[in-house]
């Protein structure tokens, strides 16, 4: 990119310079290395939902606020003496918390299981909680390490700009961001990482700890002296101080939003949610490189066409192939943030207002975190923040060309302005067709924590294919029929001829005497299957699912129709089974089935040698545990075939093409001690032999690898 940081030139850097570089360089790369690594460590404990992930990254855009503001009243109030004191003083701190710790636990910023929650009522809170405890300190002084290092640099060397060294902080994050699914987790276990990067922090602390030794020692060289960017040296006005804020806000919803679009309606893909963070981190590299990267009149004619790409998708639906669905977000937004960073960029400060304008950008990204992640989710009933969002962009670009006119002739203004209006007008058509679809054509939408779950009405006009279908996203749980005779039928991944129908109807145990298990409830097909005398039990994390499948709108009734006795237990099925086991309940299932990984987001939690070691604490001798892996994007048989193998188990794999109009495809595996049970005919016939798969190695609460099951 011609960057001017670039290895050919590291041989003109004297050492401070090369000092500045690296040390920015590293604290970037640890901060994008420990959001994914502590993102996965606490996924389990939240039932693997896809939110965890936005969540854990508002919390860390709030800390860069107190990172941000943290740097401007060091840098601001305190002499240079007074800095290096308190800033090696909060060094020594979080050092010294760490290697507390670390001989608590596993690794010193991975916290040990006394800090699981135990309810799922509060999740944004008990995941900030667990957050600030683990990470907290040592995230805090990596993210003032930028704004704060880039301050000390200029007045070192005030001829020189220091925003190029923004540009290099996002290079560190964005190699982070795209080496961890890639080189570090299929490498390492998870307490390894985290052990390994305690040590990063701890080279970091001593190159920080450096710079404030030298910033006590040394003045800057002519603290008023120009500045080779030409930027005037006058204090920004307010409007400047409110586009900075309102500019970081819009791009951080933007990215957010997007993420959610992309890896929740469209496709949750295993690893996906890196594309839209790359994108984000992309605009940043290059608008803060060089102001070359953006054009403000290209990238408005820019708008208008994503946006129409945009409204396009939207009118064409899911069945869009999926490749032009993703390819359109993406890039709708690289657009809106190379808008967003190019016009920071371009309202940047003097560097004697460095600091308060990190700090700004800090806060507008926390507010479009906000928005996002806490209160979309309990104002709208979809994912209505992306066309906002978008829509938002291009009101702040009509007003930063209102604004400031020096980069434009009347004539382009003008251009420019209609370009706009036009954009504008598409955003508001394609608003109005979500408002269409979301609150006419749908007869219930609802959001949460979890995501957006919908009631489709499907074969409307046939009177007696007529149904209902509860919708996650991408992700069918299942329809019932309307009709009386129908409402009774198993479908999609559980008719009788899947591998749970063959299972459950082949048990060695009588009808009327079985004890079921099933984690995941969805709309409870399952207990269609019941006899009088018969048990089922589901475990369910998302309450609004829990809800519908009780009968709430008219739409399902297999829980209030079931003959047997039936039961849902609230909160992640992991959680609760270990707090069943803990209180001297086990289960005594003699089927277990493990219903939670044909979203493509699988919670790897519940396929490891810990879950399986669990399941079976609660299963009876001859019982069977039955895993659904059906998924688009990855093959889970060789896990679940080495989980087998380590319990010295029998696993066999049965693959259900469907039945037209009632069935979907469906890919069971049974794992079971009780080999009459496979080898009765019922079942025999219809297992595949084990595949010569290629070994992978043993899945466990410290170790797995989704990148290597990618088909």
């Not at 070192?156 to 890639?182: E, H, K, M, V």
């Not at 099933?518 to 018969?534: E, K, R, S």
């Not at 707090?579 to 309940?585: H, I, K, P, R, V």
Request: hydrophobic share 45%; proline share 6%; net charge neutral.
């Amino acid at each position: 990119m011609g960057v001017w940081y670039n290895v050919t030139n590291l041989g003109k850097f004297n050492r401070p310079m090369t000092y500045y570089a690296i040390t920015i360089f590293l604290s970037a790369f640890l901060l994008f290395q420990v959001q994914p690594m502590i993102g996965k460590y606490i996924l389990p404990w939240f039932g693997g939902t896809p939110a965890v992930w936005s969540t854990t990254m508002l919390f860390f855009q709030t800390l860069l606020i107190g990172g941000y503001a943290y740097a401007a009243w060091l840098v601001n109030k305190l002499s240079s003496r007074q800095q290096g004191i308190v800033h090696l003083a909060l060094l020594g701190l979080s050092v010294s918390g760490m290697v507390v710790t670390g001989l608590r636990w596993a690794a010193p910023i991975l916290p040990d299981a006394t800090w699981k929650p135990t309810s799922v009522e509060t999740p944004v809170g008990d995941i900030f909680k667990i957050l600030v405890v683990s990470v907290g300190l040592p995230y805090w002084l990596l993210a003032t390490n930028s704004p704060l290092m880039q301050a000390w640099f200029n007045r070192t060397f005030p001829n020189r700009s220091p925003y190029r060294l923004y540009a290099l902080s996002n290079i560190g994050s964005l190699i982070a961001l795209t080496s961890y699914p890639t080189l570090i987790e299929p490498a390492l276990p998870l307490s390894v990482q985290g052990t390994v990067w305690s040590l990063g922090y701890g080279v970091f602390a001593v190159l920080a700890a450096y710079g404030a030794f030298k910033t006590m020692r040394q003045m800057p060289a002519n603290p008023d002296g120009a500045d080779s960017t030409s930027l005037t040296d006058h204090a920004p006005r307010l409007i400047t101080r409110g586009l900075w804020l309102m500019l970081a806000a819009c791009a951080s919803a933007l990215l957010l939003a997007a993420t959610n679009q992309m890896t929740q309606e469209v496709a949750v893909i295993p690893f996906l949610w890196v594309l839209p963070l790359t994108i984000y981190l992309l605009t940043f590299i290059l608008c803060f490189e060089s102001e070359r990267w953006y054009s403000r009149t290209a990238y408005t004619f820019a708008l208008f066409v994503v946006s129409a790409s945009y409204v396009y998708v939207l009118a064409s639906g899911p069945q869009l192939a999926l490749l032009l669905q993703i390819g359109a977000y993406g890039l709708l937004l690289l657009v809106g943030c190379m808008i967003c960073n190019g016009e920071l960029v371009r309202l940047k400060p003097h560097p004697r207002y460095l600091t308060e304008f990190y700090l700004m950008i800090s806060i507008g990204g926390a507010i479009g975190g906000i928005a996002v992640s806490l209160i979309a989710p309990y104002v709208f009933k979809g994912y209505w923040e992306l066309p906002l969002g978008v829509l938002l962009c291009a009101i702040l670009l009509l007003i930063v060309t209102l604004v400031n006119r020096s980069f434009s002739t009347s004539r382009r203004l003008l251009r420019i302005t209609t370009t706009l209006l036009g954009g504008v007008i598409v955003l508001l058509a394609g608003i109005a067709f979500l408002y269409i679809q979301a609150t006419v054509s749908v007869p219930l939408a609802a959001r949460n924590f979890y995501g957006v779950l919908r009631v489709l009405e499907i074969h409307a006009d046939q009177p007696d294919q007529r149904a209902y279908l509860l919708a996650h996203g991408t992700t069918s749980h299942g329809f019932q029929y309307v009709a009386s005779d129908k409402r009774h039928l198993p479908n999609t991944y559980f008719t009788e001829s899947s591998g749970i129908g063959l299972t459950w109807l082949n048990l060695s145990k009588p009808a009327g005497t079985r004890r079921i298990g099933v984690l995941g409830l969805g709309i409870g097909i399952l207990a269609t299957y019941l006899h009088p005398g018969d048990t089922l039990r589901f475990y369910e994390i998302n309450p609004e699912v829990i809800r519908l499948a009780e009968g709430a709108g008219g739409y399902f009734s297999f829980l209030n129709d079931a003959r047997g006795q039936v039961s849902v237990v609230a909160g992640d099925a992991r959680l609760k089974l270990e707090q069943e086991l803990a209180n001297g309940q086990p289960q005594h299932f003699d089927l277990l089935v493990v219903d939670t990984f044909n979203s493509d987001s699988i919670p790897v939690h519940l396929i490891t040698r810990e879950a399986v070691a669990l399941y079976l604490q609660h299963l009876q001798p001859d019982g069977v545990l039955a895993f659904h892996i059906s998924n688009n994007y990855l093959d889970l048989r060789p896990v679940v075939y080495g989980l087998a193998d380590e319990f010295q188990m029998d696993a066999a794999f049965i693959e259900s093409p469907g039945e037209p109009g009632r069935g979907s495809l469906s890919l069971w595996m049974l794992v079971t001690r009780n080999r009459d049970f496979l080898n009765q005919p019922a079942i025999a016939n219809h297992i595949t032999p084990r595949a010569n798969l290629a070994r992978v190695r043993l899945w466990t609460d410290d170790y797995s690898n989704p990148f290597q099951l990618l088909r």
